[in-house]
């Protein structure tokens, strides 16, 4: 049952302690490709088996100061401080060198998020769980997110726009190209709109579009941008996508056991896209192994 799609190493995290048997678990289910995602350090990488065949490197990676604690201290190319800032900038610059001496033609860009208080977001995503989608009190609280976060993202953009133009030129260098790719919160960057002006910097193929197909799913399940929206508009700028689906705004889940309309998916995908099952580790091997049957049998 082997295909050209892709396993993230995402499944492996607290699942296996070395790369090494996650990538024997990964062929045994039907994997032959695999992508390196930002919760691998450099000791894990100091175990690669030379032979691995990897499509993608999604940064931090490595992560030997984590995503968790870059965006805790807002060491994002995001930005406003220009010591965080270039904090960012330099934890995507190692992603790209990673990339460059394992020969691997992409990576997996986030483009950091809009200064507001998470808790914004939180409040709207218990509302939800708790099914009081489209009520009055759900309305006003996604009206006050909404608000915020438009006030304070062009300062934030600013900052964004300088960090892809240093990495793209970084990148370039090394015949790298930079994925950009839509993100699981509301409050982070892109929404549609921005993504359309980062793509349009003027930075030609070394920078193009990542698609999380869960991440859209969940944002469109929380009233914002619909999923479709994402691929009329970028499926033309499109590197790669991530494959999971979702129930509610749970992610990450085996492709085929959620929400998602992969038939909709389906008809926008490029067949150039790279694809990579980011299934998390609480999915069973019998759940992977039927999520990536299952877009095998619809030709995702």
Same mark, same amino acid.
């Given at each position: 049952?082997?295909?050209?799609?892709?396993?993230?190493?995402?499944?492996?995290?607290?699942?296996?302690?070395?790369?090494?048997?996650?990538?024997?678990?990964?062929?045994?289910?039907?994997?032959?490709?695999?992508?390196?995602?930002?919760?691998?350090?450099?000791?894990?990488?100091?175990?690669?088996?030379?032979?691995?065949?990897?499509?993608?490197?999604?940064?931090?990676?490595?992560?030997?100061?984590?995503?968790?604690?870059?965006?805790?201290?807002?060491?994002?190319?995001?930005?406003?401080?220009?010591?965080?800032?270039?904090?960012?900038?330099?934890?995507?610059?190692?992603?790209?060198?990673?990339?460059?001496?394992?020969?691997?033609?992409?990576?997996?860009?986030?483009?950091?998020?809009?200064?507001?208080?998470?808790?914004?977001?939180?409040?709207?995503?218990?509302?939800?769980?708790?099914?009081?989608?489209?009520?009055?009190? %759900? !309305?006003? =609280?996604? *009206?006050?997110? /909404?608000?915020?976060?438009? &006030?304070?993202?062009?300062?934030?953009?600013? $900052?964004?726009?300088?960090?892809?133009?240093?990495?793209?030129?970084?990148?370039?260098?090394?015949?790298?190209?930079?994925?950009?790719?839509?993100?699981?919160?509301?409050?982070?960057?892109?929404?549609?709109?921005?993504?359309?002006?980062?793509?349009?910097?003027?930075?030609?193929?070394?920078?193009?579009?990542?698609?999380?197909?869960?991440?859209?799913?969940?944002?469109?399940?929380?009233?914002?941008?619909?999923?479709?929206?994402?691929?009329?508009?970028?499926?033309?700028?499109?590197?790669?996508?991530?494959?999971?689906?979702?129930k509610g705004t749970q992610d990450h889940l085996a492709a085929g056991s959620g929400q998602?309309?992969?038939?909709?998916?389906?008809? %926008? !995908?490029? =067949?150039? *896209?790279?694809? /990579?099952?980011?299934?998390? &580790?609480?999915?069973?091997?019998?759940?992977? $192994?039927?999520g990536l049957q299952w877009l095998i049998d619809r030709q995702i």
């Amino acid at each position: 049952m082997a295909s050209d799609i892709a396993l993230s190493t995402m499944w492996a995290v607290g699942r296996f302690p070395d790369l090494g048997g996650f990538f024997e678990a990964g062929r045994a289910l039907g994997f032959q490709r695999f992508e390196l995602n930002h919760a691998v350090d450099s000791a894990m990488l100091a175990g690669l088996p030379p032979e691995t065949r990897i499509t993608g490197v999604h940064e931090p990676c490595p992560a030997d100061i984590s995503m968790a604690e870059l965006d805790r201290r807002n060491w994002l190319i995001s930005a406003l401080d220009e010591e965080d800032r270039q904090r960012g900038v330099l934890a995507t610059r190692r992603s790209i060198d990673l990339a460059s001496a394992l020969g691997v033609p992409v990576v997996i860009v986030h483009p950091g998020r809009v200064d507001v208080d998470p808790e914004m977001e939180a409040t709207l995503v218990k509302l939800h769980k708790a099914g009081r989608f489209g009520q009055p009190e %759900y !309305l006003r =609280a996604q *009206a006050r997110l /909404t608000e915020a976060r438009a &006030a304070q993202a062009g300062m934030n953009m600013q $900052a964004v726009r300088r960090s892809l133009v240093e990495l793209a030129g970084h990148a370039a260098q090394r015949h790298i190209r930079l994925a950009l790719e839509n993100r699981f919160h509301y409050r982070e960057i892109p929404l549609p709109d921005e993504l359309e002006e980062l793509l349009d910097l003027g930075l030609g193929q070394t920078v193009g579009y990542w698609h999380d197909i869960g991440h859209a799913q969940v944002l469109e399940h929380l009233g914002f941008a619909p999923h479709q929206e994402w691929l009329q508009r970028f499926a033309s700028r499109m590197i790669g996508v991530h494959l999971h689906d979702v129930k509610g705004t749970q992610d990450h889940l085996a492709a085929g056991s959620g929400q998602v309309d992969w038939e909709m998916v389906a008809g %926008y !995908l490029p =067949a150039s *896209a790279l694809r /990579t099952c980011e299934f998390h &580790a609480s999915n069973s091997p019998q759940q992977v $192994a039927a999520g990536l049957q299952w877009l095998i049998d619809r030709q995702i």
